[in-house]
């Protein structure tokens, strides 16, 4: 199937510190999506990157693509106790607004 | 920015009932909406997508009889998951797609629903 396979699957850090998540895909895509999900709760768009862009910030988020090795990564800065959560990739391929979400990293930094 | 609600958030029935998810948006008209499943520490796996008016398109797997989707308006899409058991248990997310952009880029997500069947 198109689902990414994300890694770590999950990660633990002390605040302060960078979390670096990575997240590989199968086939050509239109674009690639960061979501956060805090438990139980709904999620949370991150940031967009389209498959003719190599990278993207936005405030302590950094997002690149690599569409010749399939694959993305998610690089959160200078941690927080609050950014533990959930975080999902998820691919837009072909026509149409289908999201193909990966398989996650559970994120926690330690206060 | 746009917002999408989804009602209820957390819903607790007995086996054999049936449990209506409703899935709004509320400052945009929806042409298309989606359904995901969600297990515990899983991703969101992709249930089905809504086209306001028309059938729903099910992925490969997911009962139609047993998840009926229903999207009668540009604004309302409804998840009735019918004689409902235990391995139905989930948490179940929507996402409309708004009227302008491109593809994937204008979707927005409901607060989703847990749903626990006794």
């Known amino acids: 199937s198109q689902q990414g396979e994300e890694d770590p699957q999950a990660l633990s850090i002390q605040e302060g510190e960078n979390a670096t998540m990575n997240c590989s895909y199968k086939?050509?895509?239109?674009?690639l999506q960061w979501y956060r999900q805090n438990s139980g709760r709904g999620l949370v768009h991150l940031i967009l990157?389209?498959?003719?862009?190599r990278e993207k910030h936005s405030g302590r988020l950094r997002v690149t693509l690599d569409t010749s090795k399939k694959s993305s990564s998610l690089l959160i800065t200078a941690s927080r106790a609050a950014d533990t959560a959930s975080y999902f990739c998820?691919?837009?391929?072909?026509?149409?607004?289908?999201?193909?979400f990966g398989t996650g990293t559970r994120l926690a930094v330690r206060p | 920015g746009a917002v999408v609600s989804q009602h209820p958030s957390r819903v607790i029935c007995k086996s054999g009932t049936s449990v209506k998810i409703e899935c709004r948006s509320l400052?945009?008209?929806?042409?298309?909406m989606f359904w995901y499943r969600q297990f515990p520490k899983q991703s969101l796996m992709l249930m089905a997508t809504?086209?306001?008016?028309?059938?729903?398109?099910?992925e490969q797997g997911v009962e139609k009889d047993k998840f009926l989707i229903n999207h009668a308006s540009l604004t309302l899409s409804t998840l009735t998951v019918t004689s409902a058991h235990p391995e139905d248990s989930s948490f179940y997310i929507c996402?409309?797609?708004?009227?302008?952009?491109?593809?994937?880029?204008?979707?927005?997500f409901g607060s989703g629903t847990q749903l626990s069947v006794l």
């Open positions: 996402s409309a797609s708004g009227d302008r952009g491109f593809s994937g880029e204008k979707l927005f």
């Open positions: 400052d945009f008209q929806a042409t298309t």
């Open positions: 990157i389209r498959s003719n862009e």
């Open positions: 086939t050509s895509i239109n674009n």
């Open positions: 998820a691919t837009s391929i072909g026509s149409g607004d289908k999201l193909t």
């Open positions: 809504s086209n306001e008016g028309s059938k729903a398109t099910y």
